[in-house]
């Protein structure tokens, strides 16, 4: 799927005047007065009515999760001539979430185009679409994993592959890995996609009670959507955001008109390219594929407590599952040496804890600290591109046909 868009449109050359230096000079603040703009901003739709807003994210590093279109006037920086960059998530323009979506370049280029056109009617007079270009596109497809704990085991050996000049540059919390992140070129991502999905219903659940808004509702109706949960389950998502100048060294045409020409085919094969050395760095990489989450649950429920605060608290429950693990790492009779060697009531009481919660002490006899369930990384991630999409999957009509035949189209931010 495409997921994310930038692209710059110039001002058309009656509209800016030549000094003799050469360079362009345009009164872009009393334009945009005029027309009742800010030079930066953020638009949703409501009802059918955009809505101008303050943007509340910088404009060069806007999250995943940004559901609305940005766009900034600039006038100078290395272009050498004013233009207006807008930015905007395809997908979620057109279906209200991407967790899935199309992959077709014309119809995703022209989600943002359309929906800008749509915000700023006038300022669109003033531009030249003829010369507008791509200045990065994020094309996503996912691996799917059996489940959750399986995809984060996955994730956390990702932290660690490395192959040639492309380096693991950051990891934020436990569900992201970037490599090469800050580059102009070519910067890959993976991340799991259940936990983003979750937060994100959290934080529009938040704001609804807060604020009641349609365009909230609107977003939590479709990402609850069986569907949508469905695709998102274990699911590590692969991103490469691809610069101009790394589409232009292939061979890519970045203007507008041209790109959108290409086949959505011509997305797979970029992302192809763009991942190679990462597929190709996981030969001999190893995921020890064992899944504990039912013990961590039996583990709250019988050792939680609760605080003089009235909160619940799992410490006891984390502290106890973190021994339970360290059994199947080292083996039970390791572990029992180690601990029993500086307390045998240590051992008895946490070993006590864990048959509390309904383990059995021939269950925990029987992890020996070999690694039994081992599988190699290549085997378990698994790139399907024909299983990309739900079975029920329409690709959505053109953001102009929506607007017309839903006026209660709904761009929330």
């Known amino acids: 799927m495409i997921d994310m868009i930038k692209i710059s449109v110039p001002f058309l050359d009656t509209h800016i005047q030549k000094l003799q230096s050469g360079s362009a000079d345009f009164d872009m603040s009393r334009l945009m007065k005029e027309l009742g703009m800010t030079l930066e901003g953020a638009i949703r739709y409501e009802n059918g009515k955009p809505i101008h807003e303050r943007l509340r994210h910088k404009f060069e590093s806007l999250p995943s999760y940004f559901a609305s279109l940005a766009y900034k006037v600039c006038r100078d920086d290395l272009k050498g001539y004013p233009y207006v960059a807008i930015q905007g998530n395809p997908a979620k323009l057109l279906t209200g979430h991407n967790v899935f979506g199309s992959d077709n370049p014309e119809l995703c280029t022209f989600a943002v185009v359309e929906a800008f056109q749509f915000a700023f009617p006038e300022l669109c007079n003033y531009l030249d679409w003829y010369h507008s270009t791509i200045d990065f596109i994020d094309v996503t497809y996912t691996a799917r994993l059996a489940n959750d704990t399986l995809a984060q085991q996955a994730l956390n050996v990702l932290k660690n592959i490395s192959y040639g000049?492309?380096?693991v540059t950051e990891c934020n919390h436990e569900s992201t890995v970037y490599w090469n992140k800050?580059?102009?070129h070519l910067v890959r991502k993976a991340y799991l996609k259940a936990p983003e999905l979750t937060k994100r219903i959290e934080e529009l659940t938040r704001k609804l009670a807060k604020e009641k808004h349609?365009?909230?509702?609107?977003q939590i109706k479709q990402l609850t959507s069986p569907e949508v949960k469905a695709m998102a389950d274990g699911?590590?998502?692969?991103e490469a955001r691809l610069y101009g100048r790394w589409l232009k060294d292939r061979g890519i045409q970045t203007a507008l008109g041209n790109f959108t020409a290409y086949a959505s085919e011509k997305?797979?094969?970029l992302w192809r390219l763009a991942f190679q050395p990462v597929f190709k760095a996981f030969e001999g990489a190893t995921v020890n594929a064992q899944d504990h989450t039912q013990v961590l649950n039996n583990l709250r429920i019988t050792h939680q407590r609760t605080t003089p605060k009235g909160n619940i608290s799992y410490s006891t429950a984390e502290a106890l599952y973190d021994f339970y693990l360290a059994i199947v790492r080292d083996g039970y009779t390791s572990t029992k040496s180690r601990i029993a060697e500086r307390s045998r009531?240590?051992?008895k009481r946490k070993e006590d804890a864990l048959l509390e919660a309904g383990l059995s002490r021939a269950q925990l006899m029987q992890f020996t600290g070999e690694q039994t369930n081992v599988i190699p990384l290549v085997r378990l991630i698994n790139v399907d591109f024909g299983q990309q999409l739900p079975a029920n999957w329409q690709?959505?009509?053109p953001?102009?046909?929506q607007a017309k035949s839903r006026p209660a189209l709904k761009l929330a931010s």
């Not at 699911?235 to 692969?238: D, N, Q």
């Open 165 to 167: 000049q492309m380096k």
């Open 395 to 397: 690709e959505p009509a």
């Open 345 to 347: 009531a240590t051992w």
């Open 267 to 269: 997305m797979t094969e």
């Open 214 to 218: 349609d365009h909230y509702a609107e």
């Open 182 to 184: 800050g580059s102009q």
């Open 399 to 401: 953001l102009s046909l």
């Open 235 to 238: 699911a590590i998502r692969f």
